[in-house]
């Protein structure tokens, strides 16, 4: 059995992104919930003891739909409470201009937390490859050499090919080869990708921004479908989170009377060949989903997911 | 500009591929007597791609290669080259070579075409397959921001060919299909200024591109990966048919064309498949169309096989010479007697070769010196 959290703001004011202080609100109730520890801190710790912490954004939309840096900064301010050092913080995609694009700051120094692109100078990918059934690719080296964990921080999106690009699909931004894994609905190649070793033993968690959710248009920004939902999702287990993330954006695709995925050519079969690898669950019934409401004084009620 | 690039003149022999991310950056400050000064950038290049349709519900559908990637806003296709750009296809290494080199004409392999020339060759990043064998992956199997790519218009290409006095352009190294449209405009501007140009391809293409495409070329060397679509499928990742139309399409066209084949140990190096082969080009193309064996190195995702034995290459060489095709090759194993071109006619050494070096030249015009047979291609 997994669990997913899922945390929605009410109270606030639907179609604007929380502040860094609410984010940081949704995430400490979020995380209490998880690993019932009623201090946040310690249940970072617990998560991250110690080393370097990596968070993969997505960035490839700008700045109207990508990891936002206000969630970015309120778990970074977590993690240092946590006592985690700021410069062993490291936020990171792709590129440089992606992260630019999406509102970060570059900092590649050793003051502060670093937030970086693999083609920065220096870094690059891995001189090894890395294979698992029909994907063979070089990983970033913020990855390989530079995090001991990470967190794994993508938006909640309908996507053109895959269906969903929700955790999974975010770690094509690791690798060096991501055009080369788009057939066939990704599938494969997805689950394949969070398969490859040094992916699979650092991720240790998964949080997917649906404050705003892309139920159609994916992965780019399309005004036309984008709906206010007002939750984060937070797993321990890539998969299970991923299929909560699926079942939420399918409601909006109902709910705009926009056909299910898979009628339209996207079922999302990697999450099944996911579960196969035994990177986690794809069945809703081996899924605890824990759904909390946090209003706008800060307390917290149980919620529905839908 | 991020800095100055020199690249060494004619004659020399090292690549410059600029793949500083996979750690391969050449000695690029080597040799710099009557050297060109280039430019590296950091920027993509922004032109619209050309065989590309809008679809209905947003998105492209490329019409360039056989793979016909669907590619929505901000994603690329398999190629890694082009970008869907708000609904308009972009190729963004237009004008962005990543490796360089003047070589001999011999190293494409073309054999038959103007023998001891040189040819200006160039690459951007990208490719629209994936051969587990590729011997360029750090420059065909990334994206153009892995690479250090040189700032090379159309123009400056053919500014280094005439004031080098090199005489043709190779588009080569990665798969040039993927920058079809700035491989386009350079023969363009190449023929108007007397420079040939010759494409070193896959021969993964549409019908239309290549079409249009051929008309400007002066040659064309198709790397045939296997005569059979299970291995196009699982090494090539790619489709065989394709590549077979392509070739009798650009035979017909008239425009010189030469053939390799990788002998890879295992995988396409049975009798039977050299006599299917062999049989397949003369029904199709000829007795006289080059055929180049060549010796596979264990290289990118197939280090696990050695190296072709010779013996395998000579066996190919044997059926396919025994099955009627007169210009056979091998490749990749310098100093080999099949190396040299001989007349079938009189079967004496008309082109005696040494790995890229020619060593004795019996033509006369495009005729055997000693016999007065006629030896097809370009002289």
Redesign the interface.
Same mark, same amino acid.
């Given at each position: 059995m997994s669990t997913v959290i899922v945390v929605k703001s009410t109270g606030g004011n639907p179609g604007k992104k929380p502040d860094s202080e609410k984010y940081k609100t949704l995430l400490n109730e979020g995380l209490r919930l998880l690993t019932e520890d009623k201090n946040p801190s310690g249940c970072l710790a617990r998560l991250f003891p110690g080393g370097r912490v990596g968070m993969k954004t997505n960035c490839l939309a700008g700045r109207l739909n990508s990891t936002t840096p206000t969630l970015v900064d309120a778990l970074s301010e977590l993690l240092k409470e946590s006592g985690i050092e700021e410069n062993n913080i490291i936020v990171w995609e792709r590129s440089n201009r992606e992260l630019s694009s999406a509102g970060y700051k570059l900092n590649a120094s050793s003051f502060g937390r670093r937030i970086l692109g693999t083609d920065s100078n220096g870094v690059g990918y891995s001189r090894a490859f890395y294979s698992s059934d029909g994907v063979n690719s070089l990983i970033s080296r913020i990855l390989t050499d530079m995090i001991d964990y990470n967190i794994n921080l993508p938006v909640l999106k309908d996507h053109s090919i895959a269906g969903l690009s929700g955790g999974l699909k975010n770690m094509y931004g690791a690798v060096h080869n991501p055009n080369k894994y788009h057939d066939n609905n990704c599938d494969p190649y997805a689950a394949n990708i969070s398969n490859l070793e040094p992916i699979r033993k650092k991720n240790r968690l998964t949080i997917i921004d649906a404050i705003m959710v892309q139920y159609n248009g994916g992965p780019g920004f399309d005004s036309r479908y984008m709906a206010y939902y007002g939750g984060i999702l937070i797993s321990e287990d890539p998969v299970a989170v991923d299929r909560v993330g699926l079942e939420i954006l399918e409601y909006f695709r109902r709910i705009n009377s926009l056909p299910p995925l898979e009628k339209v050519g996207r079922s999302v079969k990697y999450l099944k060949t996911a579960a196969l690898l035994k990177l986690g669950m794809d069945k809703l019934d081996k899924i605890k989903i824990k759904v909390i409401d946090v209003g706008r004084e800060g307390k917290s009620r149980p919620g529905s997911l839908l | 500009m991020e800095r100055r690039l020199f690249l060494k003149c004619m004659g020399c022999t090292t690549c410059v591929t600029a793949a500083?991310?996979?750690?391969l950056l050449p000695d690029i400050l080597g040799g710099i007597q009557n050297a060109a000064a280039f430019d590296y950038t950091k920027k993509l290049s922004n032109v619209e791609a050309r065989y590309y349709k809008k679809l209905k519900d947003? +998105?492209i559908e490329c019409e360039l290669c056989p793979r016909h @990637?669907?590619v929505?806003?901000?994603?690329?296709?398999? @190629? +890694?080259v082009r970008e869907n750009q708000k609904d308009k296809y972009i190729t963004l290494v237009y004008g962005l070579p990543c490796s360089l080199n003047i070589d001999p004409i011999e190293k494409k392999p073309l054999f038959h075409f103007h023998p001891g020339t040189t040819a200006f060759s160039l690459a951007t990043a990208g490719c629209n397959s994936?051969c587990?064998f590729c011997q360029n992956w750090e420059i065909s199997?990334?994206?153009p921001?892995?690479t250090d790519n040189i700032d090379l218009s159309p123009a400056a290409v053919v500014d280094v060919c005439t004031s080098r006095k090199v005489p043709t352009i190779a588009y080569t190294y990665s798969e040039p299909i993927v920058f079809y449209e700035y491989m386009y405009d350079t023969t363009v501007l190449g023929h108007k200024n007397d420079i040939k140009s010759v494409m070193i391809t896959g021969g993964y293409i549409e019908e239309k591109p290549l079409a249009d495409l051929l008309v400007h070329l002066d040659a064309v060397k198709v790397d045939l990966k296997a005569i059979r679509e299970n291995y196009y499928r699982d090494i090539v990742?790619a489709e065989l048919k394709p590549v077979l139309d392509g070739l009798v399409q650009t035979r017909k066209s008239g425009v010189w064309l030469e053939i390799v084949y990788l002998v890879v140990p295992t995988l396409n190096d049975t009798e039977s498949e050299f006599k299917e082969l062999a049989r397949w080009i003369k029904a199709n193309l000829g007795t006289d169309v080059p055929l180049h064996f060549s010796r596979f190195h264990p290289q990118y995702?197939l280090k696990n096989l050695p190296p072709t034995p010779i013996s395998t290459l000579e066996t190919a060489w044997n059926i396919c010479r025994a099955e009627g095709l007169e210009y056979v090759y091998i490749g990749n194993v310098r100093g080999h007697p099949a190396e040299s071109t001989y007349c079938p006619s009189c079967g004496k050494k008309v082109i005696d070769r040494n790995g890229y070096r020619i060593r004795q030249y019996n033509l006369k015009g495009n005729r055997c010196k000693y016999c007065d047979n006629e030896i097809p291609g370009r002289f």
């Amino acid at each position: 059995m997994s669990t997913v959290i899922v945390v929605k703001s009410t109270g606030g004011n639907p179609g604007k992104k929380p502040d860094s202080e609410k984010y940081k609100t949704l995430l400490n109730e979020g995380l209490r919930l998880l690993t019932e520890d009623k201090n946040p801190s310690g249940c970072l710790a617990r998560l991250f003891p110690g080393g370097r912490v990596g968070m993969k954004t997505n960035c490839l939309a700008g700045r109207l739909n990508s990891t936002t840096p206000t969630l970015v900064d309120a778990l970074s301010e977590l993690l240092k409470e946590s006592g985690i050092e700021e410069n062993n913080i490291i936020v990171w995609e792709r590129s440089n201009r992606e992260l630019s694009s999406a509102g970060y700051k570059l900092n590649a120094s050793s003051f502060g937390r670093r937030i970086l692109g693999t083609d920065s100078n220096g870094v690059g990918y891995s001189r090894a490859f890395y294979s698992s059934d029909g994907v063979n690719s070089l990983i970033s080296r913020i990855l390989t050499d530079m995090i001991d964990y990470n967190i794994n921080l993508p938006v909640l999106k309908d996507h053109s090919i895959a269906g969903l690009s929700g955790g999974l699909k975010n770690m094509y931004g690791a690798v060096h080869n991501p055009n080369k894994y788009h057939d066939n609905n990704c599938d494969p190649y997805a689950a394949n990708i969070s398969n490859l070793e040094p992916i699979r033993k650092k991720n240790r968690l998964t949080i997917i921004d649906a404050i705003m959710v892309q139920y159609n248009g994916g992965p780019g920004f399309d005004s036309r479908y984008m709906a206010y939902y007002g939750g984060i999702l937070i797993s321990e287990d890539p998969v299970a989170v991923d299929r909560v993330g699926l079942e939420i954006l399918e409601y909006f695709r109902r709910i705009n009377s926009l056909p299910p995925l898979e009628k339209v050519g996207r079922s999302v079969k990697y999450l099944k060949t996911a579960a196969l690898l035994k990177l986690g669950m794809d069945k809703l019934d081996k899924i605890k989903i824990k759904v909390i409401d946090v209003g706008r004084e800060g307390k917290s009620r149980p919620g529905s997911l839908l | 500009m991020e800095r100055r690039l020199f690249l060494k003149c004619m004659g020399c022999t090292t690549c410059v591929t600029a793949a500083s991310q996979t750690g391969l950056l050449p000695d690029i400050l080597g040799g710099i007597q009557n050297a060109a000064a280039f430019d590296y950038t950091k920027k993509l290049s922004n032109v619209e791609a050309r065989y590309y349709k809008k679809l209905k519900d947003g +998105g492209i559908e490329c019409e360039l290669c056989p793979r016909h @990637c669907m590619v929505t806003d901000l994603e690329r296709g398999y @190629c +890694g080259v082009r970008e869907n750009q708000k609904d308009k296809y972009i190729t963004l290494v237009y004008g962005l070579p990543c490796s360089l080199n003047i070589d001999p004409i011999e190293k494409k392999p073309l054999f038959h075409f103007h023998p001891g020339t040189t040819a200006f060759s160039l690459a951007t990043a990208g490719c629209n397959s994936n051969c587990k064998f590729c011997q360029n992956w750090e420059i065909s199997q990334v994206r153009p921001e892995q690479t250090d790519n040189i700032d090379l218009s159309p123009a400056a290409v053919v500014d280094v060919c005439t004031s080098r006095k090199v005489p043709t352009i190779a588009y080569t190294y990665s798969e040039p299909i993927v920058f079809y449209e700035y491989m386009y405009d350079t023969t363009v501007l190449g023929h108007k200024n007397d420079i040939k140009s010759v494409m070193i391809t896959g021969g993964y293409i549409e019908e239309k591109p290549l079409a249009d495409l051929l008309v400007h070329l002066d040659a064309v060397k198709v790397d045939l990966k296997a005569i059979r679509e299970n291995y196009y499928r699982d090494i090539v990742n790619a489709e065989l048919k394709p590549v077979l139309d392509g070739l009798v399409q650009t035979r017909k066209s008239g425009v010189w064309l030469e053939i390799v084949y990788l002998v890879v140990p295992t995988l396409n190096d049975t009798e039977s498949e050299f006599k299917e082969l062999a049989r397949w080009i003369k029904a199709n193309l000829g007795t006289d169309v080059p055929l180049h064996f060549s010796r596979f190195h264990p290289q990118y995702l197939l280090k696990n096989l050695p190296p072709t034995p010779i013996s395998t290459l000579e066996t190919a060489w044997n059926i396919c010479r025994a099955e009627g095709l007169e210009y056979v090759y091998i490749g990749n194993v310098r100093g080999h007697p099949a190396e040299s071109t001989y007349c079938p006619s009189c079967g004496k050494k008309v082109i005696d070769r040494n790995g890229y070096r020619i060593r004795q030249y019996n033509l006369k015009g495009n005729r055997c010196k000693y016999c007065d047979n006629e030896i097809p291609g370009r002289f």
